[in-house]
């Protein structure tokens, strides 16, 4: 039904991180900081804010700007 | 493939309700079939599809739903409904018509590894899959079809998987919500027809499914990068450009497939799946008597399309399905309809199952709500099974005969109903907890709202206990 749909900028950003060293190195590090994250809050769900530091990694590594 | 018959040229072809947003084409139907017509390049991209050998595989598999393309002197009237139509096919009718909040957890599943393995082998030949959507598949009794011929596009090398999200705000949100939240989708699937998005399912889940890899990168993680860059500018523009190699999509189409094929359904708690094993309020006498009328009833009168309704786990659908065409079985417990799907694929493919609670049947809706049509709109059976329901839905839904019997006969020529008195064990129960304020709910009033809309063809006391099968034609 939904043809032309809006691929979403997560399922998008999660597609480029698996396609590169890069990338994989910068998912590497989300998974393990957000593991760390959601673990220490012993089941609470992640406050929006921790995103921010959480996700700081592309911009560092280039991966993710032009 | 069968030659298309002439159109007769006196029937209107009408746009169907729900194929209006793809400008490369849609569907119409005229004269009890369906087709589809394709604009401009699409149309000769589809018939040079048709001709392709692994295309034509996957329709003889039946994954793909058939078409069998018609000329412009074959079907002046669909060709003239836009000068911009270049190809029409006809398609097969589905025998009835089915949504994704009416399926039990493992058809979503087996409609959502239909919809993968459709996307690789469209991949592995050079095309792609445009959407994920399970409006794009329907079910031939037990058996998924991809119906969306419309949908599949040559690949452009480095563009990914575009409808990746989509795949999970349809599919796998809705599957992980139920299987390792304990959540019923379908409600949530009904009331929100682009699916549940992935900030949400991740708010409910609870923190143990979080840790598993693949909900932590579907899920946790997609949600994530949303938020972060949603509202990135720079981040986006740089997405607009970027590469994704194919061998990524790939292996996300292969992990996407392990991980919905590892998704269990959760046990949960049913007091209805196990009924069929461990009902006591009937004898077996009672049960064997009640399957031989049935038996009976349907070897007289061959019904094509018939309905169960609150079907459990299927006694009588499973001998409905030796006897007539197509089964549509329905009920409200989503464990035994669930149950019903994996004993019907194994033996009875010719049913249908689906979750529904017949005292609140799916709507009309969808844009002008008329894009998936509700459930009275698209049920018309030759014979309707109500079999130990009247009581759940008179008393526990207080709705009255008369309204039962009018709905009823708005979905079925004919009905085998059985009565089901205050005495009986399972309507005691029911009014333990109640007030008793269901002074009419007698034989006496039962027949006399029947006899409102239909002929009692038969009346028939079951050997003990006091209930009554009756055997009813429509007025």
Redesign the interface.
Known sequence: ???????????????????GAVGGLV?FK??AK??VD?VLR??G?PA?EA??D??EG?DETGS??? | MAAPALLPASEPPIIEP??F??P?GGVVLQGGRVFRYFSGTAGTEFLRLLDAPWFGELIRAGGVVESWPLARAQAPALYALAPEITAVVEHPRIPFVSYAYEWPFQMLRAAALHQLEVTSRALANGHMV??A?P??VQFTGTRPVFL?A??FERHTAGE???????F?RMFLNPLYLQAYGGIAFQPWLRSSL?GID?DTV??LL??RA??RWAV??DV???????????KNE??????A?????DD??R??LARMTRTVERTRRGRGSSAWVDYEQTKAHYSAEADAYKEAYVRRTMERDRPGTVLDLGCNTGQFSLIAAGLADHVVAVDSDEASVDALFLRARASHPNILPLVMDLTNPSPDQGWAQAERRGFAQRAEADLALCLALIHHVAISGNVPFGRFVDWLASVARTAIVEFVPKSDPMVERLLFTRKDVYAGYTQKHFEAALAGRFTIVERSALPAGGRVLYTVGRL
Not at chain 1, 13 to 18: D, S
């Open positions: 039904m939904l043809l032309y749909i809006d691929a979403g900028t997560g399922g998008i950003m999660l597609q480029v991180l698996l396609s998912l989300l998974a957000r593991v959601i012993r089941g769900d929006p995103d921010t959480v996700a592309p993710m700007a032009a | 729900g194929s947003r793809d490369a445009k959407d959507t409006y794009n969306d419309g949908s990914g998987w575009r409808a990746y999200a989509q999970c682009e992935t991740r708010g609870p923190l979080k840790l932590f990168m946790v993680l997609q949600s994530v990068l949303n938020r972060r860059f949603a720079r981040a986006l523009r740089s997405l450009n970027r590469t994704i190699p990524v999509v292996g996300m």
